[in-house]
Every structure is written in C-alpha cells, then in structure tokens.
C-alpha cells in the first residue's frame, strides 16, 4: 500500500513538472521583447512608420519638449555619441536617432520641429494622437503619465528614461540607460559600422 502510493506521487509530481515546462516554454515562444508597429507623425509633418526605419539600427527615446531637465540629457548624449562616431570616421548612415513624444497635447508638429534643432541633425522627432502615442508606447512598454505641480504653470510628465536600440528588423537589441554615457553608446554601435569612405 505504502509503495502504491509513493508511485501515485511520483506520478503526479511528473505530470506537475511535465505541465510547468511545457507552459514555460510556450511562454518563451511567445514572448517578445519591446518594440513593435507604428505610424506617427514626424517634425517635418511627414506620416512615417517603423516600416520607413528598415535595415537601419533605431535608437529610440521617449520623452517631451518641455522636459526641464532629463529628456535634453539623454538627447545631448545621443547626439553626442553620433558626433563622436562621425568624427571617428565611421558612417552613420545605417543608425537613425527618434525621439517619441509622450507629450502629444503640447509637443506639436512645430514645437518639435523647434525642438530638434538643439539636436543632432539626425534626429526625427515623432508625435500623434494620444491614442496612436498611447499604442506606441504600450508597445515599447514605457510608462508615462501627467503629473500636475502645485506652483507650476502647466504640467510635467513622469516617464521613464531610455534609449531603446532596435536592429534592422525592428527587433529589440538592448537599451542603455542614464548610467551610459555618450562614449558607450558610440563603441556599442561601432561594430555595425563601417569607416566612411
């Protein structure tokens, strides 16, 4: 009696591990890094989508024009790395710097097209409707939100602070964060560049 139902036991913890494996790896399968479809309006007032930035390398920051203080950072250090792989020689043509606004209501097509010019000349700023930034910024899994200020004129927005990087195919490569610095970036990307000619 006793062995029978040691075997009964040894069978059901089987089949539990059998179930959890199986659901695991269905699981990973399915799971999918950020990123995903968009089409958003760029600074130029061109629509454009993800399918405009194939066989480039995205490098992807959501944030807002009226960021008082981390958005021009992470901005600046982006920028900063494409100069320094330009004046290393290295042609910069197959990465393209977006900034995705979380700011639809205030960041315009003509504030961003001021905005940008603070910038790189590279970078594309995007916006929307707030459904379509609301959609794109579920993809890439960025939380945003609308933070009222006592004292302050108008409002600010808590969002995180990334710079996503996409491959050609608009996968999910990696993302570097606000302890990465402008030299980081530029030797990460080197090795999918070339030397200009």
Request: charged content about 20%; aromatic content about 12%.
């Amino acid at each position: 009696m006793k062995v029978i139902r040691i075997v009964a036991w040894v069978a059901v913890v089987a089949v539990g591990i059998f179930v959890l494996f199986n659901r695991y790896q269905s699981m990973q399968e399915t799971s999918t890094g950020p990123g995903g479809p968009f089409v958003l309006t760029a600074h130029t007032g061109q629509t454009v989508s993800n399918n405009d930035f194939k066989g480039r390398y995205m490098l992807i920051y959501f944030g807002y024009s009226f960021c008082p203080d981390v958005c021009p950072i992470e901005l600046g250090k982006m920028s900063a790395a494409m100069t320094m792989l330009e004046n290393e020689g290295y042609d910069i043509s197959p990465l393209q710097p977006i900034f995705i606004t979380v700011d639809p209501e205030r960041d315009t097509v003509e504030e961003l097209a001021s905005y940008v010019t603070d910038f790189h000349p590279s970078l594309i700023a995007l916006t929307g409707s707030p459904e379509e930034i609301d959609a794109v910024a579920k993809a890439y899994r960025v939380y945003y939100k609308k933070r009222e200020q006592e004292g302050l004129d108008g409002y600010l927005m808590d969002h995180q602070s990334v710079i996503f990087v996409m491959d050609p195919e608009g996968k999910y490569v990696r993302l570097f964060s606000s302890r990465n610095t402008p030299a980081d970036i530029a030797d990460a990307m080197k090795p999918v560049l070339e030397k200009a000619s």
